[in-house]
């Protein structure tokens, strides 16, 4: 395989064509940017398809340049999406920030990786070098993009900071000379806007590869922690499996060449193919012998019918009824008593199998005495 097969492997577009080529042919080790906004705390697999792409561009000699988008955060970034993206607070933007560098060494070398923050260059823009920034860009090419054009035709709000996005994000790349812009489908536009960008301060344009984006586990959108629709590379072994198990059959092929990049296809037996793919995707980010635990818990668990053998015991609590939302909150079950308000109305909440009803927040005393409480592919027994 030529070194251009192995950098593009799984590219959705690679452009212009015929320029990474050239780029190559320089000699010297290449600037390869990739740009995340820290607007969550985990890296889930669909977002570990660029970051994929960027190991390989480091194992052949090049330079990754990770940026962190703590300024540009601040801002958001609605691309996909049909209303503009709810803005962090400084502190859990730093919090999300530091997280995700860690899980992205998990892929990348970290030896070869510039971890960079934007608002190392962009909070110092005076008013005029910013002004010079808007004139690179007008507002009818900015309505080539396909979520502001939709927008604007169906006369919803689109925000003046929301245009700037696509100027930051190529502002970006002129400040850390970018020979190599990654991305997912849906930032084709801002990366080839980048281009334009380098080439109004002088600089030689940047060659823009995207990479596919995927659905989630219920096969019906795109993969997105905010939509609760993904698999977290940090999630536990056990969840993690559980959750590939859930996966529908038809997303089988795209997982097993985006994810595991695997040349082989998926066994024809939708079944067998999800227990080897949640079998590799744990070994891939936990190990053989998490992954072996792992299908061994699922198997107690779901073809068994029984809980696993070390599922945790919680106090019955005195109030009757129980409050359940602050019962799975207080187990570990829930993240919070709202998580767990939402895991009941979805149906997932279930004492010795019956789930609870989509309203069920308080429970008689009496029903859960002694029962197993299941939520999603958790267990945990209730004491008498």
């Not at 799984?10 to 000699?27: F, H, S």
């Not at 960027?54 to 090049?62: E, I, V, W």
Request: glycine share 8%; net charge neutral.
């Amino acid at each position: 395989m030529t070194d251009v097969a192995v950098l593009t492997r799984n590219a959705a577009k690679v452009l212009p064509e015929g320029e990474l080529e050239k780029k190559l042919a320089l000699g010297r080790p290449l600037r390869v940017k990739f740009g995340i906004d820290p607007t969550a705390r985990s890296i889930h697999i669909g977002q570990a398809i660029p970051l994929q792409r960027l190991r390989a561009f480091q194992d052949k000699g090049h330079v990754g340049v990770l940026i962190v988008g703590d300024y540009t955060a601040r801002v958001g970034d609605p691309s996909g999406r049909s209303k503009e993206r709810r803005v962090l607070s400084d502190a859990t933007i730093d919090e999300n920030a530091a997280a995700y560098f860690e899980q992205a060494c998990r892929i990348i070398d970290r030896d070869r990786t510039e971890l960079r923050f934007n608002s190392e260059w962009l909070g110092r823009l005076d008013f005029a070098e910013f002004l010079r920034l808007t004139r690179t860009m007008t507002v009818s090419r900015m309505l080539e993009r396909n979520d502001f054009e939709k927008r604007f035709r169906s006369n919803q709000p689109i925000s003046i900071s929301e245009f700037l996005y696509p100027l930051m994000q190529g502002y970006d790349s002129v400040a850390v000379e970018a020979d190599v812009e990654l991305g997912g489908t849906d930032q084709e536009y801002n990366l080839l806007a980048g281009r334009d960008i380098q080439t109004a301060y002088g600089q030689a344009p940047q060659v823009v590869l995207t990479t596919p984006l995927i659905n989630g586990p219920n096969g019906r959108q795109k993969m997105s922690a905010s939509l609760n629709n993904y698999i977290a590379i940090d999630e536990p072994p056990a969840e993690m499996y559980g959750k590939a198990m859930s996966c529908v059959d038809g997303l089988m092929p795209d997982y097993y060449r985006l994810c595991l990049e695997s040349d082989t296809p998926p066994p024809a037996d939708p079944y067998l193919a999800k227990r080897e793919w949640a079998r590799r995707l744990v070994t891939r980010w936990h190990g053989a012998t998490a992954a072996e635990a792992a299908e061994a818990a699922f198997d107690r668990q779901f073809k068994e019918g029984r809980a696993a053998a070390d599922a945790p015991e919680i106090p019955l609590p005195e109030a009757d009824p129980v409050h359940m939302p602050a019962l799975l909150h207080s187990a570990g079950l829930a993240s919070s008593r709202g998580e767990a308000r939402r895991l009941i109305a979805q149906g997932g909440v279930r004492v010795d199998g019956t789930p609870l009803a989509s309203d069920e927040l308080d429970v008689a005393r009496d029903r859960l005495a002694g029962k197993e409480l299941r939520v999603g592919r958790r267990f945990a027994r209730i004491l008498a």
